[in-house]
């Protein structure tokens, strides 16, 4: 198998997460991957791990998504990577990093909205921006930015105010970004998942879990591996022509 790009994700260390079932989906297409997440040491491991488990070069390395510092040192060190021949090009990018809160609206605290903010809507921006010029460069692009079916119904999942206003933002950035990069070879696209088997509900009660699978039409939430599909779909040659999308995953709950 020819490896011949690079897959770059953030957020994609926790074991039930859509990041690392998306890293290992990306590694069995034939894709390098990079593991960029708060822990460097964690992020190395699972990069290796996968790396080894599907025999593609790997690399992980520290981020902190909202620190602009930390964003460009993990650039540069993806960058030392490729110019060394250890990574091909960039060819994908897939912003998945995020958190939530179920805080209600007049709970919440400005801290609380600056942190759900940072981490979802200007973590995007910070990382696109980074490695954004390289596949301009190359001619070659695909970013792929997590939203929510919380920026369309307005909540309705688990995060409230804070986490669907951050989810939104991320789906106007999409659409403008895409729109002004839209003849350089980059595609930019979103994807909108309904709650999904992961870890991300902290606090969340079988109870709870069990009341929000029965509102979906399918009857259930989704798997990891369901929207990690999608995510790699729209970072292939196929999806070439889909730029400026957001595409649902949310088993019927939202249909617009």
Known sequence: MSTTRTAVLTGATSDRGIGMTTA???AREGWAIVILDLDGEKSAKVAADIGNQFAVPAFGYALDVT???SVTAAQTAVA????????????????IAGITSPVPFLDTTLELWNTVMAV???GTYLVTKAFLPAMLENGFGRIVNMS???AQRGGGVFGKVPYSSAKAA???FTKALAREIADSGVTVNAITPGAVDT????GATAESEAALAAGIPIGRTATTEEVAAVITFLSSDDASYLTGTTVDINGGSHMH
Not at 199 to 202: Q, S
Request: charged fraction near 15%; glycine fraction near 8%; charge should be negative.
């Open 24 to 26: 290992q989906r990306y």
């Open 148 to 150: 929510s079916v919380s």
């Open 120 to 122: 979802n809507a200007t």
């Open 80 to 95: 030392a990577e490729v110019a060394a021949g250890n990574l091909p090009p960039v060819g994908a990018l897939a912003n």
């Open 199 to 202: 870890n991300i509900r902290v």
């Open 67 to 69: 620190s602009e510092e």
């Open 170 to 172: 991320i789906l106007g």
